[in-house]
């Protein structure tokens, strides 16, 4: 079996056992925060990688170094893993995680880029319409952009929906260079 459909199997078995117990979005979170550690910190990358650890002693050793960020139910699922590099899997088996998340919760992740800091009232506003025009729960993340001069961008996922004054003018360039 290919790692890509190990990943997917992975990441089902994990879904469903967290959603038994309604700790779907903590599983996420600790799935995140050890994925960060293994792309950040070589010295954890290799421990995960070692021949000579047990695949419980590095659920174990995981557990005990992510304290209260290390789910339990993700603990155990990790230990049961025998011979993977969780190194190579865990990322894989994060990424279905996450979409299987997003598709059971109705969620949509939304980047939305500015041109400076907007209030809160404003990223509510903001939500509020993305909800009601996707009809799913939107996740935003706020980004500034300066370049874009004016009005905003948005990542629906993979589609981009740019309402920047920067592509208005990029826009009417190239309808003038046309012409």
């Known amino acids: 079996m290919k790692l890509d459909q190990k990943a997917k ?4 078995a994990l879904y469903n056992v967290s959603a038994k117990s309604e700790s779907e979005i903590a599983v996420m979170e600790s799935l995140v925060s050890i994925c960060n550690a293994i792309r950040s910190n070589a010295e954890f990358r290799s421990f995960l990688l ?9 659920a174990s050793a995981t557990k005990e170094a992510f304290q209260e ?3 339990p139910v993700l603990s155990e699922f990790m230990a049961l893993f025998e011979k993977i590099n969780f190194v190579k899997i865990l990322p894989l088996i994060a990424k279905y995680f996450a979409q299987m998340l997003a598709n ?9 880029d500015v041109t400076s800091e907007i ?4 990223k509510s506003e903001i939500k ?3 909800d009601q025009s996707l009809g799913k729960n939107s996740e935003i993340t706020f980004n500034i952009v300066p370049e874009l001069i004016g009005g905003i961008r948005l990542r629906v996922d993979n589609q981009l929906v740019d309402a ?3 592509n208005h003018l990029k826009n009417m360039r190239q309808e003038l260079l046309d012409a």
Do not use: P
């Open 9 to 12: 199997n992975y990441a089902e």
């Open 50 to 58: 070692s021949k000579r650890i047990t695949s419980e002693q590095k």
């Open 69 to 71: 960020s290390c789910h």
């Open 104 to 112: 059971k919760k109705d969620i949509v992740n939304v980047s939305a």
């Open 119 to 122: 209030s809160d009232t404003r």
């Open 128 to 130: 509020t319409l993305l």
């Open 164 to 166: 920047s004054i920067s």
